[in-house]
């Protein structure tokens, strides 16, 4: 199984992948699951802007769409070349709300600085399933 460090490095291997001509802001994710698969991400811009596609949801998409869900992903690094730790945007944490368990580890990096959190710290008092079903 990866540890931290080598999800992270994972993470960074998948940023090499990102399509990034706007914004030159380059994002790279890996979602680690339970039984030691990982699947990467890699933002994806386009010139309609909402056509852009985040490495997070790029990697979590990739992982649910090999039948991995929520029980079976294990942790998630998101990484960037930026001057600061790379954090998910709003939609990406209302993505994450919903596909990954709320305790799952979330490890940030930008290849100096590190923070380890989970959706519930990036994401307080979320808008969910349970305030959809009724």
Request: proline letters at 3%.
């Amino acid at each position: 199984m990866l540890s931290r460090e080598e999800l992270i490095q994972e993470a960074f291997r998948a940023m090499e992948n990102a399509y990034a001509p706007y914004s030159n802001y380059h994002v790279g994710a890996a979602v680690l699951t339970t039984d030691g698969r990982v699947f990467w991400g890699a933002n994806i811009e386009n010139a309609s802007y909402g056509a852009t596609n985040c490495a997070e949801r790029s990697a979590v998409f990739s992982a649910y769409s090999n039948g991995y869900h929520k029980d079976r992903i294990k942790a998630l690094a998101i990484v960037s070349d930026g001057d600061r730790i790379a954090a998910p945007c709003g939609i990406c944490r209302q993505v994450l709300c919903e596909l990954l368990d709320h305790h799952t580890p979330i490890y940030l990096s930008n290849g100096k600085d590190e923070k380890d959190t989970d959706i519930d710290e990036l994401l307080p008092m979320q808008f969910s399933v349970e305030d959809v079903l009724r």
